[in-house]
């Protein structure tokens, strides 16, 4: 109905009026200029201002990044929740920012570099550094530009960088604090080592890649007194080189006289015990014995900490085989697995091979398969900053949607391993310690000393390696707000209200982020962390350039032909079968849906979803109901004439359409407003659309043609003045959601002031700065109006239903007879006539003996019969005989089915014992309802034969 109404308009004012239809192109990039060059997302620095704050820092993309799904949906949900506080008269700050993503940056320089025949080698450290600067500056903003796109209210004025001054010296002031308390330290550990990149990777930059198409390989170790081998199964042949011991279950009778014996290398000079390990060994794997290589293996590291085992790293840094590898040095690591095992072929020791599926542990950035490597790193001593931790959330001080991930969230913190900051790389945050060449002392400092703390010497050099990036991202809420310094905003801002994130980095760095809140600052960093799910394609796999299913958010927003998409693929490395699937399921492309359309779309599926399972047909949807809302209102303003919008709906209206939409209305805003307090943005946005869909639009714009066509005055006035309201209402509610075409429409709303709420009602320029609609000020619960006027639809519905399977012309006009056994059933029908009739194109003709109607075969010659709200109808001289026989066969024949399987339930003697005593009576309810629809199909049916 929606899409006609301007067709059914009057003429209005022409500085009121929209265009024909809605371009989202023309409209989205004037109203974000415009409201940022306005300052509409500053948030207030006065001292002045009294206002609740609200904060939520975004959580910062990486420079190297430009827009994708995830950011897109990441930044719907934050910006929902800013605007959303904004109406409500917060003092509302979203910190912008951008993480300077060491490792990725670097391979993206380094990258640039390959192409020129060059390696940061060449360029030394201080002269790589500044062409990353240089990229940076002008690449490195683009993601931000991009989110712009997106409609997101970010205060651009606090932007920050993860590697700008004032966060360098909050990075080193942490570092230095926490190494003063003895929380910072440097140790030996088995780390995760990128051969490629040549330095450290945290667990979050391994990639695990699954069912590996592998070897398990078997050798023997002689036993050095003679009296038999031991024979191990190993993925890995070439670290043997490495092996320290030979363990085997302790409960294991195979080997128990091995016990305490030694078993010789056939390498290298050395003699390995065996020991029995009850951790480390499964009896039924392989052949029950393991190799233990402490240097290169977590598992066996654990094991050489146990037993006081060797570490023997037999690797360089770019994964070459070191001098510890005796006649295999500077071998490859992957060749010298080749040459191992020919060598213990040559030496009689190897026995056999078998497939085995495996996993394989593969850097984020280079591809690299990881190299666990013995290294001494800077490490964080993590237990103590873990426990406060812990206890702010089970205090309740912070919580965790959805409440699922909390378990997740204790159990890694209640295991934590110290955590590794330091990384090879040139590109980041430098360590603030110093090396002291005359003694060796290590200097940390926030500024640089000029002498060693030890012993005085000028001989110092600064620490290489740089700090890993969730250390500076761990400081982010507060960091930003400027700490160390005691500033305005950190007094007024911190602590903040929400994290929105993805549940993949919940320990990485939201737990980190509480970590070190807690410990800064004595408050925890935000109230509630909102984890939401990964975007996925339509068929729930993850989105990769490979498979061609990778869907850019800018060609959602302004369109894309399959021909660019296509060419776009191809050149980020889709795969053939990529190709094929893109052409397939986007064969037209993308039209411009616009940044309002994707962004209901992504509202719509629960944020605390795993998978997001995005498709371009919902995308569609949300495009049409765009479409849906700018008919409507320009039906509104066409109608509108002289009326101006009140601060208040009619305080009393009196014709039953304005009465039940502002009921309705106020219970939609009202579950708005608890789907975004609660985090349950698609409840919101659901409540929005089927209000605006399906009753707006579907009911009362149509109920509104005869009350605006009046010729009673004040039924016209209390009808625009219904409308425009509650049009205002919509689009204020929905502001939140969709800011484009909502700002589009209300700034044609003619007003005299805004309506009132706790902002200065004197700024009328943008609707950003309207309240936020509440049931109570905006709706007028009636349950009175509701129920009349779910009368008078079911009726309507019913009188169109009958209408549409009998093919009767719009233009015939129909008599329906009608009888209600309930009174207010009967008064909604009598008092509201005039306006069934205009909806049903007919006359309704009241019967005051209610058997014509329930034998209205008798009574009127090929009626047509309904059941609707209490009120039995009949519409006659509209049946065609043979095609109602087929219609009410097929009740009758659905009747039969759902009464066979209520009178089965019924027979069940487990159910009447079991069942709660209300389900059964409800049960055997169903049961005569059915009953008595069965016999007034047959006979009906009876009556047509």
């Known amino acids: 109905m929606g899409?006609?109404?301007?067709?059914?308009?009057?003429?209005?004012?022409?500085?009121?009026?929209?265009?024909?239809?809605?371009?989202?192109?023309?409209?989205?990039?004037?109203?974000?200029?415009?409201?940022?060059?306005?300052?509409?997302?500053?948030?207030?620095?006065?001292?002045?201002?009294?206002?609740?704050?609200?904060?939520?820092?975004?959580?910062?993309?990486?420079i190297t990044g430009s827009l994708h799904m995830g950011h897109a949906c990441r930044t719907t949900f934050e910006d929902v929740l800013t605007r959303y506080q904004r109406m409500n008269d917060k003092n509302a700050l979203w910190i912008p920012g951008t993480d300077h993503a060491g490792i990725a940056t670097q391979v993206v320089v380094e990258r640039q570099l390959k192409k020129e025949n060059l390696t940061r080698h060449d360029l030394g450290r201080e002269a790589f550094v500044k062409r990353v600067w240089a990229w940076r500056e002008e690449s490195?903003?683009?993601?931000?530009?991009?989110?712009?796109?997106?409609?997101?209210?970010?205060?651009?004025?606090?932007?920050?960088?993860?590697?700008?001054?004032?966060?360098?010296?909050?990075?080193?002031?942490?570092?230095?604090?926490?190494?003063?308390?003895?929380?910072?330290?440097?140790?030996?550990?088995?780390?995760?080592?990128?051969?490629?990149?040549?330095?450290?990777?945290?667990?979050?930059?391994?990639?695990?890649?699954?069912?590996?198409?592998?070897?398990?390989?078997?050798?023997?170790?002689?036993?050095?007194d003679g009296s038999g081998e031991v024979v191990v199964s190993t993925t890995r042949p070439e670290t043997m080189l490495g092996d320290t011991a030979v363990a085997v279950h302790p409960d294991d009778e195979r080997y128990q006289h091995l016990h305490g014996k030694t078993v010789s290398h056939p390498f290298v000079e050395r003699t390995i015990p065996v020991i029995a390990d009850a951790e480390l060994v499964d009896p039924e794997f392989g052949t029950g014995v393991v190799k233990v290589t402490p240097a290169h293996d977590p598992n066996d590291f654990a094991t050489g900490k146990r037993h006081n085992l060797e570490e023997i790293s037999i690797f360089n840094l770019n994964g070459t085989v070191n001098e510890q590898g005796g006649t295999f040095a500077g071998l490859d690591r992957f060749e010298a697995r080749k040459r191992v095992k020919e060598a213990l072929e040559e030496r009689g020791l190897a026995r056999g091979s078998k497939k085995h599926t495996m996993t394989l542990p593969r850097s984020q950035r280079s591809g690299?398969?990881?190299?666990?490597?013995?290294?001494?790193?800077?490490?964080?001593?993590?237990?103590?900053?873990?426990?406060?931790?812990?206890?702010?959330?089970?205090?309740?001080?912070?919580?965790?949607?959805?409440?699922?991930?909390?378990?997740?969230?204790?159990?890694?913190?209640?295991?934590?391993?110290?955590?590794?900051?330091?990384?090879?790389?040139?590109?980041?945050?430098?360590?603030?310690?110093?090396?002291?060449?005359?003694?060796?002392?290590?200097?940390?400092?926030?500024?640089?000393?000029?002498?060693?703390?030890?012993?005085?010497?000028?001989?110092?050099?600064?620490?290489?390696?740089?700090?890993?990036?969730?250390?500076?991202?761990?400081?982010?809420?507060?960091?930003?707000?400027?700490?160390?310094?005691?500033?305005?905003?950190?007094?007024?801002?911190?602590?903040?209200?929400?994290?929105?994130t993805g549940y993949d980095i919940l320990f990485f760095w939201v737990a980190r982020m509480i970590m070190m809140g807690l410990h800064f600052m004595g408050e925890v960093p935000f109230s509630r962390v909102l984890l939401a799910g990964l975007v996925t394609d339509e068929r729930g796999e993850k989105m990769s350039k490979v498979k061609g299913n990778v869907i850019d958010p800018l060609d959602v927003i302004g369109g894309a032909s399959l021909e660019s998409l296509v060419q776009k693929a191809e050149r980020a490395g889709a795969k053939p079968g990529g190709i094929k699937y893109l052409k397939k399921t986007y064969p037209d492309g993308f039209l411009p849906y616009g940044a309002d359309a994707l962004r209901m779309t992504l509202l719509s599926y629960s944020p605390q979803a795993r998978r997001i399972a995005l498709s371009i047909k919902r995308i569609e949807g949300y495009r049409n109901f765009a479409n849906k809302?700018?008919?409507?209102?320009?039906?509104?303003?066409?109608?509108?004439?002289?009326?101006?919008?009140?601060?208040?709906?009619?305080?009393?209206?009196?014709?039953?359409p304005n009465r039940w939409v502002l009921s309705r209305l106020g219970a939609a805003v009202d579950a708005a407003?608890?789907?975004?307090?609660?985090?349950?943005?698609?409840?919101?946005?659901?409540?929005?659309?089927?209000?605006?869909?399906?009753?707006?639009?579907?009911?009362?714009?149509?109920?509104?043609?005869?009350?605006?066509?009046?010729?009673?005055?004040?039924?016209?006035?209390?009808?625009?003045?219904?409308?425009?309201?509650?049009?205002?209402?919509?689009?204020?509610?929905l502001h939140p959601m969709m800011p484009f075409i909502t700002e589009e429409i209300w700034q044609r709303i003619p007003r005299g002031r805004i309506p009132q709420g706790p902002q200065d009602?004197?700024?009328?320029?943008?609707?950003?700065?309207?309240?936020?609609?509440?049931?109570?000020?905006?709706?007028?619960?009636?349950?009175?109006?509701?129920?009349?006027?779910?009368?008078?639809?079911?009726?309507?519905?019913?009188?169109?239903?009958?209408?549409?399977?009998?093919?009767?012309?719009?233009a015939k006009s129909l008599q329906v007879h009608w009888h209600a056994d309930n009174p207010a059933a009967s008064q909604t029908l009598g008092e509201e006539r005039s306006l069934v009739e205009s909806l049903i194109g007919g006359t309704l003709i009241a019967e005051d003996a209610p058997e014509k109607l329930r034998d209205a075969a008798e009574h009127f010659t090929n009626a047509a019969v309904f059941f609707a709200a209490g009120i039995r109808g009949a519409v006659p001289d509209v049946i065609d005989p043979d095609k109602e026989r087929d219609r009410l066969e097929r009740e009758l024949k659905k009747s039969v089915k759902e009464l066979t399987a209520i009178e089965k339930k019924l027979a069940n003697a487990n159910f009447l014992e079991r069942a709660p005593a209300e389900v059964v009576e409800q049960t055997r309810q169903n049961q005569a309802r059915l009953q008595s629809t069965k016999d007034q199909l047959e006979r009906a049916l009876k009556r047509l034969s």
């Open 673 to 733: 407003r608890s789907g975004i307090d609660g985090y349950r943005l698609d409840d919101a946005s659901s409540a929005l659309y089927h209000f605006v869909w399906d009753e707006f639009c579907d009911w009362y714009l149509e109920l509104s043609k005869p009350l605006l066509a009046s010729d009673r005055p004040d039924v016209v006035e209390e009808t625009r003045q219904t409308l425009v309201h509650t049009l205002d209402a919509i689009l204020r509610a």
């Open 761 to 810: 009602a004197t700024d009328k320029r943008t609707i950003m700065l309207a309240p936020y609609p509440t049931g109570d000020a905006d709706g007028r619960t009636d349950p009175e109006a509701e129920q009349s006027l779910h009368t008078l639809r079911d009726v309507v519905v019913a009188v169109r239903t009958i209408r549409a399977e009998h093919d009767i012309p719009r």
């Open 629 to 656: 809302l700018w008919n409507a209102s320009r039906y509104a303003l066409m109608n509108l004439h002289d009326t101006q919008l009140n601060a208040r709906p009619p305080s009393a209206p009196k014709q039953l």
């Open 3 to 62: 899409d006609e109404h301007q067709t059914q308009a009057t003429s209005g004012s022409s500085e009121s009026a929209l265009a024909k239809t809605y371009d989202p192109r023309q409209s989205e990039s004037r109203w974000y200029a415009f409201w940022e060059s306005e300052g509409f997302f500053k948030a207030s620095s006065e001292a002045s201002d009294t206002r609740e704050t609200y904060t939520l820092a975004i959580p910062p993309p990486n």
């Open 140 to 224: 490195g903003g683009r993601i931000l530009q991009q989110l712009r796109k997106m409609g997101a209210s970010c205060d651009w004025s606090r932007e920050r960088f993860t590697l700008e001054p004032a966060l360098c010296r909050a990075v080193n002031e942490a570092f230095v604090r926490l190494h003063r308390e003895g929380l910072i330290y440097r140790g030996t550990r088995l780390v995760n080592w990128d051969v490629s990149s040549q330095t450290v990777l945290s667990d979050l930059e391994v990639e695990t890649e699954e069912n590996v198409q592998g070897e398990l390989f078997d050798f023997a170790y002689p036993v050095t």
């Open 368 to 500: 690299t398969i990881v190299e666990p490597m013995i290294s001494t790193q800077w490490f964080v001593k993590m237990e103590p900053l873990a426990k406060p931790a812990i206890a702010a959330v089970e205090e309740g001080r912070i919580q965790i949607l959805p409440e699922d991930w909390t378990k997740t969230y204790f159990h890694w913190l209640r295991n934590i391993q110290d955590w590794c900051i330091s990384r090879q790389l040139w590109w980041g945050h430098s360590i603030p310690a110093w090396h002291c060449g005359a003694c060796a002392h290590i200097t940390v400092s926030i500024e640089e000393p000029s002498v060693c703390a030890s012993c005085q010497s000028t001989d110092l050099r600064q620490d290489e390696d740089v700090l890993d990036t969730w250390f500076s991202s761990a400081l982010w809420p507060f960091s930003t707000l400027g700490w160390p310094d005691d500033t305005p905003d950190l007094k007024r801002f911190y602590p903040t209200q929400d994290m929105e």
